[in-house]
């Protein structure tokens, strides 16, 4: 188990628009905010998502799959940090849509959305320093 403690934390909440792309928006919001790590929830609705789920046998994520339509972000949970100097995201998102046998719930890790309207809140914990590294699961964890 690690534990780390933050003492500095600050919150951001964000609206995302028709037509932005939920991935580079957090992306360009880790930039621009200077973030290093923070903690990222929310719900809102997509038009496409590209979702893919992790294979404990193989220790990998599967094939991505994309789902298009009028798709409810029910829930939106991840991570936020820098690798490299670069944006790192770890999200995890379940997303509904009517089918015509009712309502199916689809989830995982989320590659890409398209928003319709989203919105989000994040905890910036500007005191702490982690890096994301593949453990021998295959699932890169601080």
Do not use: C
Not at 64 to 76: H, P, V
Not at 91 to 113: F, P, W
């Amino acid at each position: 188990m690690l534990v780390t403690s933050s003492q500095s934390v600050r919150s951001l909440v964000v609206r995302l628009n028709k037509g932005e792309d939920l991935a580079e928006s957090l992306a360009s919001l880790i930039t621009s905010q200077r973030i290093t790590v923070a903690t990222v929830q929310g719900h809102g609705a997509l038009e496409a998502v590209i979702l893919d789920s992790y294979d404990a046998r193989a220790r990998t994520y599967g094939d991505a799959r994309t789902f298009t339509g009028r798709l409810e972000l029910i829930s939106l949970q991840g991570h936020l940090s820098t690798r490299e100097g670069h944006p790192d995201l770890y999200l995890h998102a379940a997303v509904a849509r009517d089918t015509g046998n009712g309502v199916e719930v689809l989830g995982g890790r989320l590659i890409e959305a398209q928003v319709v309207a989203v919105e989000l809140t994040l905890l910036l914990h500007d005191d702490l320093h982690l890096a994301r590294t593949p453990e021998t699961t295959g699932i890169p964890t601080w």
